[in-house]
């Protein structure tokens, strides 16, 4: 096992973030793949003028991990980062052209989902939630 895979895996085995915000301001957003059935609740608010974000996966293990990836990725900070955030993720799990050389350090796990295209819609998943739950609360 590599040291991605390694990373992966211990986001899968011990999620950051894992479950619901339930102070009764949060927003909840879910998505579905239908072709494997993996489903992503995320849910975010603002507290203290920063995003605070939870998520939880029915579905496979790199749905799972991606989603806590993401949550660690883009909690605490303003609305306007996270947003950035969110499409730097798309886009790195999105353009497999793009050339990786400053990747940052919280989205290197994610580097050994890349060779695997056609698990690249698990990934992408918790990190397209995020991203319409953040315009929700913009």
Same mark, same amino acid.
């Given at each position: 096992?590599?040291?991605?895979?390694?990373?992966?895996? &211990?986001?899968? =085995?011990? *999620?950051? &973030?894992?479950?619901?915000?339930?102070?009764? &301001?949060?927003?909840?957003?879910?998505?579905?793949? *239908?072709?494997?059935?993996?489903?992503?609740?995320?849910?975010?608010?603002?507290?203290?003028? =920063?995003?605070?974000?939870?998520?939880?996966? &029915?579905?496979c293990m790199i749905c799972k991990a991606s989603g806590s990836v993401a949550c660690s990725y883009l909690s605490n900070h303003t609305v306007i980062e996270s947003s950035s955030r969110v499409k730097a993720g798309?886009?790195?799990?999105?353009?497999?052209?793009?050339?990786?050389?400053?990747? *940052?350090?919280?989205?290197? *796990?994610? /580097?050994?989902?890349?060779?695997?295209?056609?698990?690249? =819609?698990?990934? /992408?998943?918790?990190?397209?939630?995020? /991203? =319409?739950?953040?315009?929700?609360?913009?």
């Open positions: 096992m590599n040291l991605y895979e390694e990373q992966l895996m &211990n986001h899968f =085995k011990q *999620p950051v &973030n894992w479950g619901r915000l339930d102070s009764g &301001n949060e927003v909840c957003v879910v998505e579905n793949n *239908p072709l494997c059935g993996d489903e992503v609740l995320f849910y975010a608010e603002i507290q203290d003028y =920063k995003v605070v974000c939870r998520y939880e996966v &029915n579905g798309l886009n790195f799990l999105g353009d497999l052209d793009m050339e990786r050389i400053d990747i *940052p350090a919280e989205l290197s *796990p994610l /580097q050994a989902i890349l060779p695997y295209r056609a698990r690249l =819609k698990c990934a /992408q998943l918790p990190w397209i939630a995020a /991203q =319409k739950a953040l315009q929700r609360i913009l």
